[in-house]
């Protein structure tokens, strides 16, 4: 018998440590070659590191989301042949983009883990409880993705992994079982499940930007009301006589043009603060950030160039951009990058919000729900579609007088909507 020694990967781009965000296998598990064993995230992709060899798993040196540095020792493997380890500098080939937003620094690998004795496989745990079956399962972005296409609902598994996640092989044993649901208890039952969920992976990269954005950026937030009647008109005429090749258009398009014609009256709010050097950058091109919510958690694709598309092309390209984000296939680059940024809820977008800006930006504009409200016209109430913009912006670089006028330019365009596509 011999030990192969699996280190963590070189994947090139200057990347020198990798967060591990998921285990497909422990101590004991037998493996073939080619069997996916984990998954690491860098800042520029998230990489699945398959086995080269047929074995068992002897000891795994890392915890999800510990850092892992380049070529330290990941797994080690019992196999039949002589003990021996991968090529240093060799890279696996599945490699899956990851839903990243700007890059952002992780800690110090941390010290090598001494290798524990060899662990004995425990059987599969009993069913648990419905208390246990009710919340919301443990489970990788791959596995819910895998879910969703076999028409699975992970709430009717049991998870074998660490604190009960739900693997690749059991989302397997439970489709070849014909994907039975586990029989509910009948009347109320007394829940004292407590799940412990470690932030790792993109959930940590985004809590560390939030931290970022919210510890270093003083924000203003101006909310103002918008009567969009005029331009719901529009944008229902707009999609009735739409061509077979032309995306259905939302509200979104026509806010990114009425953005683009706004900042080219405001420059200083489409900029980018590099507060270390206390450089204000402004921007001629408009790259507009999109907040998107993925399964794997928000991400933020970046329509480049909006002031060089029409309405039809912002809609085509944003279209793109969201699917991409939301099936993990959205590359680094189109996700880093914007000068200023959407933050929409869609029906879910409430009153007011209070938007978090998107660092190093200035602004950022929410977009809430809309509404029928009855409106005084002078001589009577009327029904008017209503809707609250809510803009935050940084106040070390923009005034109040600056935010407001801002919003108050951005509302007559959208009040008036014919001004969106005056040109000059």
Not at 123 to 145: G, N, Q, T, W
Not at 196 to 211: N, V, W, Y
Not at 229 to 255: G, S, W
């Amino acid at each position: 018998m011999g030990e192969f020694i699996i280190k963590m990967p070189d994947v090139g781009e200057g990347v020198a440590e990798a967060e591990l965000v998921e285990w497909h296998v422990k101590p004991g598990d037998p493996v073939r070659e080619d069997m996916v064993l984990a998954a690491v995230m860098t800042d520029k992709a998230t990489v699945e590191i398959p086995s080269p060899v047929t074995g068992k798993v002897l000891w795994l040196g890392a915890e999800i989301g510990d850092t892992v540095a380049v070529k330290a020792p990941l797994v080690r493997i019992e196999t039949a042949g002589e003990a021996g380890e991968p090529p240093p500098d060799s890279v696996p080939e599945a490699l899956a983009e990851a839903v990243l937003e700007e890059p952002v620094a992780v800690s110090a690998p941390p010290a090598p883990k001494a290798p524990p004795k060899l662990e004995k496989v425990e059987p599969r745990p009993a069913p648990r409880e419905a208390a246990d079956i009710a919340k919301k399962p443990l489970a990788s972005p791959a596995v819910r993705l895998r879910a969703r296409e076999s028409g699975v609902d992970l709430r009717q598994m049991i998870g074998t992994g660490p604190a009960g996640r739900i693997t690749h092989e059991d989302l397997d044993l439970f489709i070849s079982r014909g994907a039975e649901p586990l029989p509910a208890q009948v009347g109320l039952v007394r829940k004292t499940a407590v799940e412990e969920i470690k932030i790792a992976g993109l959930r940590r990269r985004i809590a560390e930007k939030m931290s970022l954005s919210t510890s270093r950026i003083p924000h203003i937030t101006y909310v103002e009301e918008v009567d969009v009647t005029a331009l719901e008109d529009l944008r229902a005429t707009m999609n009735r006589d739409r061509k077979p090749d032309q995306p259905k258009l939302t509200i979104l398009p026509f806010l990114m043009r009425a953005l683009v014609r706004t900042v080219a009256e405001q420059p200083g709010v489409n900029a980018i603060f590099d507060d270390h050097a206390g450089i204000v950058h402004r921007h001629a091109a408009v790259h507009i950030g999109i907040a998107t919510q993925t399964p794997a958690g928000l991400t933020v694709p970046v329509v480049r160039h909006a002031e060089a598309r029409g309405i039809w092309d912002c809609a085509a390209e944003l279209n793109r951009l969201a699917e991409a984000a939301r099936t993990g296939t959205a590359t680094r680059d189109e996700l880093i990058g914007s000068t200023i940024t959407i933050s929409s809820l869609g029906a879910l977008g409430g009153i007011a919000s209070t938007p978090v800006i998107n660092h190093p930006e200035v602004a950022i504009v929410g977009v809430n729900k809309i509404a029928v409200r009855p409106v005084w016209d002078g001589s009577q109430f009327v029904p008017r579609k209503i809707m609250n913009l809510s803009s935050s912006f940084d106040h070390r670089v923009i005034d109040g007088w600056d935010a407001a006028t801002f919003v108050q330019r951005l509302k007559t365009l959208l009040e008036t909507p014919a001004l969106i596509f005056v040109e000059g």
